[in-house]
């Protein structure tokens, strides 16, 4: 099957591209289970909030997600239960199910929404993993995409046989030729059918033998990678069909956009073979102030007085038990390298973002909690549908991203408001789609299907 792509007509608007993440156990997220015992959480409750590992509550948003005529689902994965102070503290994805084994389920009951898995390419194989990619893509009728994630924590990798050995410069490096094995063995069968012989032989990987299955639907699955480092964008323009991003403002937002598409050239490929997709947050109201204070109230539910501390800790590296959180920020300097928190991305450089915190709280005469909360969010889109459904239009149209990945702050219903109140607003402006015109991931994204290598029959 091959994907149509369309040259877009001199003045035509950019169709925006929408995905939904199902959101974690954060500080994006307002939540309602009793906290841990031993683990120091003060929960956020709200009445609207369902499980985070029933199949009811992926099968809602999933097929919210349909509904509104999105692209993809979006699953993150943790892999190991993080610390602080010694004690688990992990307000994230962790505990719930497994993400392939979940979308695996959803293919079952959604019929054009793209399934994405995050899995880690530091402490998995390409042989099985892309067996179990193949698997999805297959069950789903091409529908499948792999977010994929590295890992240099030695923490972590605990958990694992190799343990942390990957060095940290070495983690791309390991993603980028785990993601060429992969397509290497997606490709390992001829147009009809037939099993053609891989032979792989690189720095990190040593495998040869036959792939059990025939080529899917898509020919590959989509990969999306996260990242914002020079490194990540470079494995991004390199290797992924869609980048998941963070921006933190408009020009921000355009500034990464070239950047990350100026890349491309260099590996062949053309601007529109990669999506830049930031990961956004939205609360609407009927009136712009009853947004915002909609946003206010969330945002202070997401950051509760003792997590704000937490955050504050995670940056100076030595336990502010005793501060106030609504007091002023501390005036010492924080500890280098230290292993107050285990399991989190280290900060480059702790000291120069305590500087910037505390230069912005005492410009606005923040807390520390205040501080937390303004610093710690997520970019929003936080109005009337009428204004969100603009301000959408106006990244994209004027190249700050191709799309979004939305993510709820309830689960499982917080992504209904959008797709009732915001979609058909989309829709109006002619900026998206009214039905889903192609069966598989690449051909909601527009994205080529990948031509088959030399020597293996052709394309299919």
């Known amino acids: 099957m091959t994907t149509s792509r369309t040259a877009p007509q001199p003045g035509a608007r950019k169709q925006i591209h929408l995905a939904a993440h199902f959101p974690g156990v954060n500080n994006t997220t307002v939540w309602d289970d009793a906290p841990s015992a031993g683990s120091g959480q003060d929960a956020a409750r709200h009445p609207s909030i369902g499980s985070q590992i029933a199949f009811s509550s992926f099968t809602h948003l999933a097929r919210t997600a349909e509904r509104g005529l999105f692209d993809f689902f979006f699953l993150a994965e943790g892999l190991r239960l993080r610390e602080h102070k010694g004690r688990i503290h992990d307000l994230d994805v962790v505990g719930r199910p497994e993400s392939l084994t979940v979308l695996n389920a959803l293919a079952a009951v959604t019929d054009r929404l793209g399934l994405a898995a995050t899995v880690n390419a530091t402490f998995n194989e390409p ?40 060095d940290r410069a070495d983690r ?68 992924a069909d869609v980048i998941f991003t963070r ?7 355009r500034a ?37 204070q909609q946003a206010a109230e969330i945002r202070r539910q997401q950051v509760s007085p003792q997590n704000a501390l937490l955050a504050l800790e995670q940056i100076w590296g030595v336990d502010l038990s005793s501060y106030d959180p609504d007091g002023p920020l501390p005036d010492i300097d924080p500890v280098p390298d230290s292993e107050l928190a285990q399991g989190r991305v280290k900060i480059a450089d702790p000291k120069a973002v305590a500087d910037k915190w505390r230069a912005l709280s005492q410009a606005k005469g923040l807390s520390i909690r205040e501080t937390v909360i303004e610093t710690t969010g997520r970019q929003s889109f936080i109005g009337t549908p009428e204004a969100v459904a603009e301000e959408m239009d106006t990244f994209v149209q004027t190249d700050a991203s191709d799309g979004f990945i939305l993510v709820p702050h309830l689960t ?23 039905e889903y015109t192609g069966t598989t991931l690449r051909s909601h994204l527009g994205l080529p299907d990948p031509a088959r290598p030399a020597g293996k029959g052709g394309r299919a």
């Open 412 to 434: 499982p219903g917080g992504l209904d408001p959008f797709v009732d109140r915001v979609v058909p607003l989309l829709q109006e402006r002619g900026v998206f789609r009214t």
């Open 127 to 166: 042989y099985e993993l892309a067996r179990r990619l193949a698997s999805l893509d297959h069950l789903s009728e091409g529908r499948a995409a792999w977010n994929v994630v590295t890992s240099s924590d030695a923490f972590t990798g605990e958990n694992f046989r190799r343990g942390g050995y990957l």
């Open 256 to 292: 990464f956009y070239a950047d990350v598409k100026s890349r491309l050239a260099a590996y062949g490929r053309q601007p529109d073979d990669l999506k830049i997709m930031p990961g956004v947050t939205f609360v609407l109201g009927d009136t712009a102030a009853e947004a915002q």
């Open 247 to 253: 921006h933190s403002g408009l020009e921000a937002g």
């Open 172 to 239: 791309y490096t390991r993603a980028a030729e785990f993601v060429a094995t992969a397509r290497e063995l997606w490709d390992a069968h001829t147009a009809d059918g037939h099993p053609v012989p891989f032979d792989h032989t690189g720095t990190h990987f040593d495998i040869r033998g036959e792939f059990t299955l025939p080529r899917s639907p898509q020919g590959h699955p989509v990969v999306i990678q996260a990242g914002d480092s020079s490194a990540g964008r470079e494995f991004a323009a390199s290797a």
